[in-house]
Nanobody
Framework: QVQLVESGGGLVQPGGSLRLSCTASGPFFDIYAMGWYRQAPGNQRELVARITSAGDPYYADSVKGRFTISRDDREKTVYLQMNSLNPEDTAVYYC??????????????WGQGTQVTVSP
């Protein structure tokens, strides 16, 4: 059974940084795409960043140049480094393991989410 455990969320001031981590249980972490989504109150869940099993990243336009996704297959962990945070980044951030080496949909596995709040 696959479990994903996120950590690293919290309260940060505008302009600050946070690094989220997501550690997976189960085998074959290295052959799956991993990603980060977020959901703010009243909004739909949206894709923030994705990384393929080969390490190729993709970013939503709203976070390009500010966020960096990376993975450590030996540690079965995916990271999201978030810089220059602004209040619009406030949301619950979810980690996801995709069903293939490239895609995050359909299906896959979700973490429980970690709250990120950007406020003075």
């Amino acid at each position: 059974q696959v479990q994903l455990v996120e950590s690293g969320g919290g309260l940060v001031q505008p302009g600050g940084s946070l690094r989220l981590s997501c550690t997976a249980s189960g085998p074959f972490f290295d052959i799956y795409a991993m990603g980060w989504y977020r959901q703010a109150p009243g909004n739909q869940r949206e894709l923030v960043a994705r990384i393929t099993s080969a390490g190729d990243p993709y970013y939503a336009d709203s976070v390009k140049g500010r966020f960096t996704i990376s993975r450590d297959d030996r540690e079965k962990t995916v990271y999201l480094q978030m810089n220059s945070l602004n209040p619009e980044d406030t949301a619950v951030y979810y980690c996801k393991r995709g069903p293939t080496y490239f895609d995050l949909e359909p299906g896959g596995y979700w973490g429980q989410g970690t709250q990120v709040t950007v406020s003075p």
